[in-house]
């Protein structure tokens, strides 16, 4: 896989940039710009070159129709701050555009293309309108790794007909995500959370092979305590699972690797009520189970300690009310003091891990903070993602 971080010879040259800017948008202003300063490194290093930039990018899911509340010209605006530089959105139909459209002014440096996914052809991964695309510059960059688990057509089919690059922040995602699954220091730990075991299975199965321990937290632990007799009151839970269940402690059984799952837990009455601790013999049928309790916090934090690489997807409990976030503060804070230390290699990945992050403020203590949702969950579970695979 090329990366242009070697390519030096990028003078005046059409660069075609496909980024992920699918931000939260909340009336028009941006809620998180997270996705937008991960990509600054790339832009400003194509700057730095002299190279011509037009950026591709979505929001939303349109479903190849132009839906006005999805238009990039807020993530344009936060981009011409965030680099100084002027960036013209350009919302005439793309299927019309050629090469000699987008640059009108000598010292125009980038130019960002109105939502790819307002034509219905990208998400079909249309060889035509890929040809099309291709024909508007002279080199092509993937930097949108959380895009890469989709065969669409500025994603895969594009590489086709130009010659393509891997960007930075797509590099720093692979490295890190080889690191905790192939290039592996022991012993290694996961912490894995969500709403559904059954989603996450193949995952958890993949990294039984690999990893020392996996401790499930969050709404998949609720199942585990379900199928090990205890009462989970009116928690979020999932129906037959239990042969899923049976499946992870007997391969890891197997395989060597110590299962975790909560030994206590903080119950409320409601989401945003008062927070209780609870042994798991004490829950009654009118609670709702939404965090890990001490004893399950010191356990974690004890592997923690032990632990040189640690992965982390989920938080450990219903963070945004402040009641229900302390399992997910503490092992914050383990982590984090592990990493000032120098003794572990941590990566973190998927949409809520990341708003919990940012909202303590603890993104740039570890050593790798994904945004990606879909495509770090199908690298972690062994697939291989068709954007990767274009670029190989």
């Not at 037009?54 to 936060?78: M, Q, T």
């Not at 949108?144 to 960007?167: D, L, M, V, W």
């Not at 579970?381 to 068709?386: A, D, I, N």
């Amino acid at each position: 896989m090329r990366s242009i971080k070697n390519e030096t010879n990028l003078n005046q040259k059409k660069v075609l940039l496909r980024l992920d800017l699918n931000v939260p948008l909340d009336n028009g202003k941006i809620a998180d710009a997270t996705r937008i300063d991960k990509i600054l490194p790339t832009i400003k290093f194509l700057l730095k070159r002299e190279a011509k930039i037009i950026i591709l990018s979505h929001v939303g899911r349109p479903k190849g129709k132009v839906v006005n509340e999805l238009s990039l010209k807020p993530i344009c605006e936060d981009l011409k701050n965030k680099i100084n530089e002027n960036i013209r959105l350009v919302s005439r139909n793309i299927k019309e555009l050629k090469s000699t459209d987008l640059f009108n002014e000598q010292d125009e440096k980038i130019v960002i293309l109105e939502n790819i996914r307002f034509y219905e052809e990208e998400e079909k991964n249309d060889n035509g309108f890929a040809k099309h695309l291709a024909s508007l510059a002279d080199i092509y960059v993937n930097d949108a790794f959380s895009c890469s688990h989709r065969a669409h057509a500025s994603i895969f089919e594009i590489t086709k007909f130009i010659p393509s690059y891997a960007g930075l922040q797509l590099n720093l995602e692979i490295d890190a995500l080889t690191k905790i699954t192939s290039e592996i220091k022991r012993p290694i730990t996961c912490i894995i959370g969500g709403s559904k075991i059954s989603s996450k299975i193949n995952i958890i199965k993949n990294l039984i092979t690999k990893f020392n321990n996996i401790i499930i937290v969050g709404g998949m632990a609720n199942n585990i305590l379900k199928y090990k007799k205890h009462e989970i009151g009116k928690s979020i839970q999932e129906s037959n699972c239990n042969q899923i269940i049976e499946e992870i402690f007997s391969l890891s059984k197997k395989e060597n690797c110590k299962i975790i799952y909560p030994e206590d837990v903080t119950v409320g009455k409601s989401l945003d009520g008062p927070a209780e601790i609870k042994e798991l013999n004490n829950i009654s049928k009118d609670e709702l189970i939404l965090d890990i309790g001490p004893k399950t916090i010191k356990a974690i934090n004890l592997l923690i300690e032990e632990s040189s690489t640690i992965l982390w997807n989920g938080p450990a409990g219903y963070f945004e009310n402040p009641n229900f976030a302390k399992g997910s503060i503490e092992i914050t804070k383990k982590i984090i003091e592990k990493n000032k230390n120098n003794t572990i290699y941590s990566v973190a990945g998927g949409g809520d891990t990341v708003s919990l992050l940012n909202n303590i403020g603890a993104t740039k203590n570890f050593n790798f903070v994904s945004t990606a949702g879909g495509a770090f969950l199908e690298f972690l579970e062994g697939k291989e993602l068709p954007g990767i695979k274009a670029l190989n």
